[in-house]
């Protein structure tokens, strides 16, 4: 079918993209979302299964994210939160953190953990009311060094780093060893400390599908790869050509590199993650589950049924599995692993676990290494007529793909806006 010629292409339908159509509809551009895969949502997807809602990986949603409060609305989105806090698998035992301002009946649980000191604890609280003050163009505008030099610096001792915020930092970063920017990490700790953790009830796609109900069905080609970008056109793989007069490129970094024709210089972190149905969840309480060990495959777990019961058919548990630094292991011997892991810690009721599928994610998120961009600054053209939203040239996330989006919008219009010359 012939596509109609547009004020503006969008390549990608992840947040960014949809993020950017919403823009540019409610501003009575015409626009096309050009995208690759058979449906919308880019790294936020969920398949259904048996019954059980399976998200493309462990990914939650941080409530305090500013821009998901502008453009979501949270109750449709019927959110589920975990617990504030974690437990530890650590010296053999589950210990539980969490915030004691919000949990306080867990507060001797959390200063007996054999995690690290009460200095650390005290440490801890510093670094998180210090994320928490000014404004957050201030956090990123601030001197950026990596994690752990950070952590060092404030005087965590090296048993909390190993036990504690190595296992969360993989969790949240996906980086083994948490070299990624410290401003990063403090604006996580500054959501996690203003906001829940949570699970839409209908799996992440809820996300999408939720920007993307309000655009024009014809509005949205899903099967339809970009090859090349130029000044005022897209070209597909199919070989049509749409015309218009700005192009965004919503897409993941390596792949927007790609489209600029720039080297490909962005390394990934991925993940593995498994998923397996059982008759009986290993825990009750909505907590995330690390491992502290320092030994074994797994990173983290956690029972996305006991958080939100539409994730497993009556009378069954999901159970969810990730492991990082661990994309070489193929999926049978990923599995055997992680069964010997579990079966440490859970016992023989593993053997009725029954694996549903495992997700093998290469580029889940970019490398975010020091010095990092700050998010917060809208995005100009990169070239007359092209404009990019998303991970390039900011930080990955949902908040910054919802924001980068809209910017990326307003930058369009202002510009074809204004009288050339
Ligand atoms: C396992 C995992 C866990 C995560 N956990 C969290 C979390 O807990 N909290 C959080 O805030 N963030 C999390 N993230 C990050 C967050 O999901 C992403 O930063 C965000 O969804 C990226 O959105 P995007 O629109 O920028 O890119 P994407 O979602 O990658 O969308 C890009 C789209 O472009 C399409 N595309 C690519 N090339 C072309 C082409 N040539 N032509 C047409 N279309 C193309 C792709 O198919 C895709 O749909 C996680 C990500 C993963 C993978």
Redesign the pocket.
Known sequence: MKLADVDVVV?????????CARHLMNRSMSFIV????DR?????KTDVLDGFLLN???????TA?PEARRQLDYHRLELKPFAPGAIIRVAGKFKRISDPRRRPRDIWSSLTAPVGTFADRLRTIRMVSSARRGSVSNLFQSPDMTTLDFLQSQGISEKMIERFFKPFFWG?C?DPVIQASSNVFKYVLRVFAEGD?ALPGQGMAAIASQLAEDLPEEAIRTE????SVHPGGAVL?SGQTIKCRAVVL???GP?TL??LGKPASMASQG?L?LYFAAPKAPNTDPYLILNGEGTGVINSLTVPSVVATSYAPAGEELISVVLIGHLALDDKTAESAVRKDLTDWFGPAVEKWRHLKT?R?Q???PAQTPPIPDPTVPSKSVRPGIYV???YQSV??????LL??RHAAEAVIKELAEPPG
């Open positions: 390549v990608g339908a992840g947040l960014a993209g949809l993020s050009l995208e690759a895969d919308i949502g880019g790294r936020l493309h990986g462990f990914q939650v949603l941080q994210y949240v996906l953790v339809s790869r970009v090859e793989t919503a897409t993941e792949e790609r489209l993940e993650c997700y994610i580029h889940a998120l939203c998303g991970e990955p996330g949902i908040q910054w793909a980068s989006g």
